[in-house]
């Protein structure tokens, strides 16, 4: 017993010896963007050579790699979680398809894009960044969720600090207390690029600026040795400084170039620089992370040398591992309330119903993740953010979640523009620009004002005001709209008339969710029609059209322009009636049914078309069309007319890249085989009187829509299309 007692009480005594010579040493991640993956190739190689890191000091991407390994991860956590994260959705500001309400899912289905020009009572509203981080900071408190509940980071498992810059002042601000996770995003929110973040009174942006390599921060921490990775680019020499964005990403290296010398130059003779390649890595390169873990694995190698006399003995490294693994936060806050800061125009008892979590249940990071996308993407928020902790008012001692709403000013009133050209490069061309303005609030109404605009080859200009009641809703508004159609009596073309519609819509119905909607309505219109080539259709020229109509619809798409899963089905019943003075007396009967199949890159969508017209008398207004792209390809647009007409298609593209982070314009290559007719009277339908026909397209997407250039092939007719604007 005497033995194992003197023998314990060497070990303390030679451990505390260790512990008073060993040198503390300190880790310092400096920004860069996407080149910050090298900082967990550097992690890697310090594990496996028992280096200690007992501090670490971080600046943009830096602070995360950083605060991921202060949270309790290892190398090869982090290196999951870099390689887990999709990074081409995750800088993408846009709010899911699937997500989205029903009414906004409505207005995609037209030519206008998503780009808003917005404003409010003082005049136009811009962003304070090109993006807003939602997603990016969602992501970011969920990784960080177990951490998030310590409020000193120096209780971490490894001491961190974040380093960010006042915008105000231009200062450094470091960071060592309060929520890791916003700590991190102020420290990453690249200026234009992410709005500012208001920290503990102060706006915050990224650390690049003030202190992009903060070795001080590690030594104020009580760093005796430091590791410093460093990924910043070196500045561009004089000859290549060749054009107008070489000047601008030359001005960005210089952005506390200074400053990343004047730490660099601090170095002493026992700390380490590690210098990772990244001459073929971009900023924005993060769809390479195995690249960069594997530069900075091979930059760490290289130095390998100077980092060894700082390893431990296997005993003291599995000491170090397991008193780190001890401080890690594990546990997941108990909730003693969910407080919502509604700081917008949407009422609290909408985002109320949105929230799963509830008083007494354990915090569940990525239940709450997928509440707070759910929120946001009613659309009318600037960011929705929740933090964990006490919250102003609540008990002491009390830990919960306070969900924050930030309103969006530029969701309030904005409008749309859109651009919609067709060309088949010989007879036929269309083109088509629209223009929406849409006030969400009016007059603080909760109603839905919208008004659009088209002018082109047809003309349409009309108004609305929307109201939704849970989940019913009504609408009503006037229009005017000019379109020149065939008209037809007993079965025979007598004309082609302008015809001109100035009415009056009362529509109402019941929503489904955000994927469907049943819509009753009932119209009346004052129906001009002048001739254009042939004999006047009807002695009066001056004719009223009274129709009721009942339209279901359901859309689960997650995208309008070339889908890759969802559906989306419309059937209606249209009945054109004597009373209120109408002059016609036929239905209509038509719909369409979309859905895409996804293998890969490679997506196989499938779509079929009907429409029904009956006899009334005789006259109708609704005569169905066939011709140009995916409408029987090769033909004419609008060749074939009919009262009555069925189509299909199977249309498959290729995405050419992969998806992109930040910036992303997919190429596509595709092809279709289509089959369809129309027919005058329902005695000439048959399977073998379809007409088929093909087409060859390739198309990319931009900022005003697809642009897509194709070939089309049909019995009776070939030709060449430029389409800009959506095909599905």
């Known amino acids: 017993m005497r033995k194992i007692l003197a023998f314990f009480l060497l ?35 310090l594990e496996e050579h028992r280096i200690p890191v007992h501090m670490v000091a971080g600046t943009s991407m830096g602070a995360v790699v950083g605060s991921l390994y202060a949270s309790g991860r290892d190398a090869n956590g982090i290196a999951l979680v870099a390689q887990e994260i999709d990074w081409a959705t995750i800088f993408n500001d846009a709010i899911p398809r699937e997500r989205q309400p029903f009414r906004r899912k409505r207005d995609q289905r037209d030519i206008l894009i998503s780009y808003r020009v917005s404003f409010d009572d003082k005049g136009l509203v811009l962003p304070k960044g090109v993006l807003r981080g939602q997603d990016l900071f969602l992501t970011l ?116 170039r200074e400053t990343v010398d004047r730490q660099l130059q601090s170095l002493s003779g026992r700390d380490v620089l590690v210098k990772p390649d990244i001459d073929d890595l971009g900023a924005t390169d993060f769809d390479k992370a195995d690249l960069g ?37 594990h546990s997941k806050p108990t909730l003693d309330f969910v407080k919502i800061d509604n700081r917008s125009d949407t009422p609290t008892e909408q985002i109320a119903a949105l929230v799963t979590a509830r008083a007494g249940q354990r915090l569940d990071a990525p239940r709450m993740t997928e509440d707070l996308r759910n929120i946001y993407a009613l659309g009318s928020f600037r960011a929705v953010r929740y ?100 008209i037809y009596e007993d079965g ?62 359901a859309d689960t798409l997650d995208r309008v322009h070339f889908p890759t899963r969802g559906a989306y089905g419309r059937v209606r019943v249209t009945d054109h009636m004597r009373a209120l003075g109408g002059d016609f007396t036929y239905a209509v009967v038509d719909g369409t049914l979309l859905k895409p199949f996804t293998f890969g890159l490679t997506t196989v969508t499938l779509s079929s078309e009907f429409g029904f017209t009956s006899e009334g008398d005789g006259r109708s207004m609704g005569d169905f069309r066939l011709g140009g792209f995916l409408n029987l390809s090769g033909l004419q647009p609008n060749q074939l007319l009919g009262r009555h007409r069925l189509m299909g298609r199977a249309i498959i593209y290729r995405r050419l890249s992969y998806p ?26 048959g399977f073998d009187a379809l007409r088929p026909a093909g087409s060859l397209f390739i198309s990319t997407e931009t900022p005003l829509g697809p642009v897509t250039m194709a070939a089309g092939l049909a019995r009776g007719g070939g030709a060449l299309y430029l389409v800009v604007g959506r095909l599905f």
């Open 660 to 685: 992109a982070p930040i910036v992303d314009f997919p190429l596509y290559l595709g092809g279709s085989l289509e089959m369809g007719n129309a027919w005058m009277s329902l005695d000439d339908i």
């Open 141 to 256: 408190a969920e990784t960080l969720a177990n951490a998030r509940t310590v409020d000193d980071f120096d209780r971490l498992a490894t001491p961190f600090r974040a380093v960010a810059t006042d915008i105000v002042t231009g200062e450094g601000v470091v960071m060592g207390q309060g929520d890791i996770a916003t700590a991190v995003f102020a420290s990453m929110a690249v200026p234009g690029g992410l709005p500012p973040v208001e920290r503990d009174g102060r706006l915050l942006v990224d650390g690049m600026i003030a202190n992009n390599v903060p070795v001080d921060v590690a030594r104020s921490m009580g760093a005796d040795v430091v590791i410093v990775v460093d990924v910043s680019a070196p500045l561009r020499k004089r000859e290549n400084i060749n054009s107008f964005l070489a000047v601008i990403d030359q001005m960005q290296l210089l952005l506390g």
């Open 387 to 486: 933090g964990i902790g006490p919250a102003p008012g609540s008990p002491a001692g009390a830990e919960g979640v306070t969900i924050l709403a930030l309103g969006d000013p530029s969701s309030a009133n904005f409008i749309q523009f859109g651009l919609g050209i067709a060309t088949d490069f010989d007879r036929q061309s269309d083109l088509r620009i629209g223009l929406a303005y849409t006030d969400r609030n009016v007059l603080g109404t909760g109603a839905e004002w919208r008004s659009d605009l088209r002018i082109g080859s047809d003309l349409l200009a009309e108004t609305s005001l929307y109201k939704q009641w849970g989940h019913h809703f009504l609408e009503f508004g006037p229009g005017w709209s000019r379109v020149d159609t065939n």
């Open 11 to 45: 070990f303390l005594s030679a451990t505390a010896a260790w512990a008073q010579d060993a040198p503390k040493i300190g880790l310092v991640l400096g920004g860069g963007g996407a080149k910050g993956f090298a900082h967990v190739g550097v992690l890697q190689v």
């Open 492 to 553: 025979t073309a007598l004309a082609e008339v302008r015809n001109e519609r100035l009415g009056v819509r009362l529509e109402g119905g019941q929503l489904f969710g955000n994927w469907g909607e049943l819509r009753l309505g009932l119209n009346y219109a004052a129906v001009g029609l002048e001739t254009k080539i042939g004999q006047p259709a009807f002695p009066d020229n001056q004719l009223q059209d009274a129709q009721w109509s009942l339209m279901f619809t």
């Open 293 to 329: 873990i594997a530069r900075g694995r091979a930059a760490a190698l290289a130095v390998i040398d100077r980092l060894k006399p700082l390893a431990l003995s296997p005993q003291d490294w599995a000491a170090f591992v397991a008193a780190r693994a001890a401080r890690a936060p």
